[in-house]
């Protein structure tokens, strides 16, 4: 398919990226008001996943969870387990409703009774997936990130574009924009009551190396393994800057009004160095620039004993603000604490799935694919910089970038690992 060169300027603006704010007036056949039940179907059924699933139940006493998709019966046993535990009532799987294999989630799709969808599969199967349930119709929460590879990303693009034309919801697992606290510390940045962005750091520095690991086990395929341990190997996971610190990347690129120009990034793997740990990096380190020249410097690990840090600071003229998952405070040029967020706080995990449904019930879509492309570009361009030892721009990465990391066929059989990235000597594509 021939695509048009996007400039980054207008992948910002093609189109009207819709907030929780900016809710378009009711479209015909919205889902009718009041107690009128709402299908909900699972594709994907992992711990991350079935959490999901969970809080979309919490949200709104209307959902019912119907259908459920997984390459494994025990994925999905275990799910349904703890689903039933939550509210049996509203859990309404059937043996006929729960499907397996790499095509299990056409026939979710295929559902009348499912309205909304949660994609809930590794991220290297989401933009097709994406893209199949935008053509059926449904509305969708999809987890972060989006894509592994800029061929996924322009994939997204064009979801997020015929979604709008289809006034569909979707609504993308970046909690921490629905957290009160980043809420109000990036207002005060994009009020300009802190003065001009002068730079950034982003954190996600974890104490802990075996992160959705499992030895393998006796009779598993490569390609069973693999999908079962799908955190370490890039064409499922993006490698854990894209798959984890996406999040802090989305909090800088939310708080500069724009992802980033170029990047310069480093990585290795020291401490997880063994073949059962697959292929990926165990640490990056990436210096993002933005459009006014902004650096913001990007830190991610996951070594066991290491220390932990996971937060976002972002560096103004008249102060700085410090965010993470618990607390945001101010502090001044010279790092004295002036402000502390002290007003109500949650997760942010339940909001993201009752403002989806209430945007489904009264037929005002909230569309983030876009900006969910966004981010999984910044984050894949991080680890391509550090993967090859290349300076990136943001324009050729999306543009011209031919990085295609989808495997030559999908069957429960022989896959061998790509081997582990080289800087210098691995090739940028």
């Given at each position: 398919?021939?695509?048009?060169?996007?400039?980054?300027?207008?992948?910002?603006?093609?189109?009207?990226?819709?907030?929780?704010?900016?809710?378009?007036?009711?479209?015909?056949?919205?889902?009718?008001?009041?107690?009128?039940?709402?299908?909900?179907?699972?594709?994907?059924?992992?711990?991350?996943?079935?959490?999901?699933?969970?809080?979309?139940?919490?949200?709104?006493?209307a959902?019912?969870?119907?259908?459920?998709?997984?390459?494994?019966?025990?994925?999905?046993?275990?799910?349904?387990?703890k689903?039933?535990?939550e509210?049996?009532?509203?859990?309404?799987?059937?043996?006929?409703?729960?499907?397996?294999?790499?095509?299990?989630?056409?026939?979710?799709?295929?559902?009348?009774?499912?309205?909304?969808?949660?994609?809930?599969?590794?991220?290297?199967?989401?933009?097709?997936?994406?893209?199949?349930?935008?053509?059926?119709?449904?509305?969708?929460?999809?987890?972060?990130?989006?894509?592994?590879?800029?061929?996924?990303?322009?994939?997204?693009?064009?979801?997020?574009?015929?979604?709008?034309?289809?006034?569909?919801?979707?609504?993308?697992?970046?909690q921490?924009?629905?957290?009160?606290?980043?809420?109000?510390?990036?207002?005060?940045?994009?009020?300009?009551?802190?003065?001009?962005?002068?730079?950034?750091?982003?954190y996600?520095?974890?104490?802990?190396?075996?992160?959705?690991?499992?030895?393998?086990?006796?009779g598993?395929?490569?390609?069973?393994?693999?999908?079962?341990?799908?955190?370490?190997?890039?064409?499922?996971?993006?490698?854990?800057?894209?798959?984890?610190?996406?999040h802090n990347?989305?909090?800088?690129?939310?708080?500069?009004?724009?992802?980033?120009?170029?990047c310069?990034?480093?990585?290795?793997?020291?401490?997880?160095?063994?073949?059962?740990f697959?292929?990926?990096?165990?640490?990056?380190?990436?210096?993002?620039?933005?459009?006014?020249?902004?650096?913001?410097?990007?830190?991610?690990?996951?070594?066991?004993g290491?220390?932990?840090?996971?937060?976002?600071?972002?560096?103004?003229?008249?102060?700085?603000?410090?965010?993470?998952?618990?607390?945001?405070h101010?502090?001044?040029?010279?790092?004295?604490?002036?402000?502390?967020?002290?007003?109500?706080?949650?997760?942010?995990?339940?909001a993201q799935?009752?403002?989806?449904?209430?945007?489904?019930?009264?037929?005002?879509?909230?569309n983030?694919?876009?900006?969910?492309?966004?981010t999984?570009?910044?984050?894949?361009?991080?680890?391509?910089?550090?993967?090859?030892?290349?300076?990136?721009?943001?324009?050729?990465?999306?543009?011209?970038?031919?990085?295609d990391?989808?495997?030559?066929?999908?069957?429960?059989?022989?896959?061998?690992?790509?081997?582990?990235?080289?800087?210098?000597?691995?090739?940028?594509?």
């Amino acid at each position: 398919m021939k695509t048009t060169p996007v400039s980054r300027r207008g992948f910002l603006h093609r189109g009207a990226v819709l907030s929780a704010g900016a809710l378009l007036a009711p479209r015909p056949g919205a889902h009718a008001a009041g107690s009128d039940r709402i299908g909900v179907a699972m594709i994907g059924c992992g711990d991350r996943g079935t959490k999901d699933a969970i809080d979309c139940l919490r949200a709104d006493p209307a959902v019912e969870i119907v259908a459920m998709a997984d390459m494994f019966q025990d994925r999905i046993d275990s799910s349904l387990a703890k689903l039933r535990k939550e509210d049996p009532k509203r859990v309404k799987v059937t043996p006929e409703t729960t499907f397996l294999g790499f095509e299990a989630y056409k026939r979710v799709l295929a559902m009348s009774e499912v309205k909304i969808v949660l994609m809930l599969t590794p991220p290297g199967f989401r933009p097709p997936m994406v893209r199949a349930a935008v053509e059926a119709g449904k509305h969708l929460f999809v987890e972060k990130p989006g894509a592994v590879d800029p061929v996924g990303v322009r994939s997204l693009l064009a979801s997020a574009r015929l979604a709008d034309e289809k006034r569909l919801s979707i609504v993308v697992g970046t909690q921490q924009r629905w957290q009160p606290q980043y809420q109000e510390l990036i207002r005060r940045v994009q009020a300009g009551e802190l003065g001009e962005i002068t730079g950034g750091q982003a954190y996600w520095n974890w104490g802990s190396s075996k992160w959705h690991w499992e030895p393998r086990k006796p009779g598993w395929s490569d390609m069973e393994w693999q999908i079962r341990c799908w955190p370490y190997f890039t064409w499922l996971s993006g490698d854990h800057i894209v798959e984890q610190h996406f999040h802090n990347m989305d909090v800088i690129n939310w708080a500069m009004g724009s992802p980033p120009v170029s990047c310069l990034g480093t990585g290795g793997r020291q401490s997880r160095v063994t073949p059962d740990f697959g292929h990926i990096y165990d640490h990056f380190t990436v210096e993002y620039e933005y459009e006014n020249g902004v650096r913001v410097m990007s830190m991610c690990s996951q070594i066991q004993g290491s220390t932990p840090r996971v937060g976002e600071r972002v560096v103004c003229a008249k102060g700085a603000i410090n965010t993470d998952r618990s607390q945001g405070h101010i502090t001044d040029p010279r790092g004295r604490k002036i402000y502390t967020y002290d007003g109500a706080a949650h997760s942010g995990e339940v909001a993201q799935f009752t403002n989806l449904i209430r945007s489904v019930r009264e037929g005002k879509p909230i569309n983030e694919c876009k900006r969910l492309a966004e981010t999984s570009l910044t984050v894949i361009m991080g680890r391509m910089s550090a993967y090859t030892g290349r300076a990136l721009k943001w324009d050729w990465v999306l543009n011209a970038s031919t990085l295609d990391l989808t495997r030559p066929k999908y069957e429960l059989g022989a896959l061998p690992v790509d081997p582990v990235a080289i800087p210098g000597v691995t090739p940028l594509v």
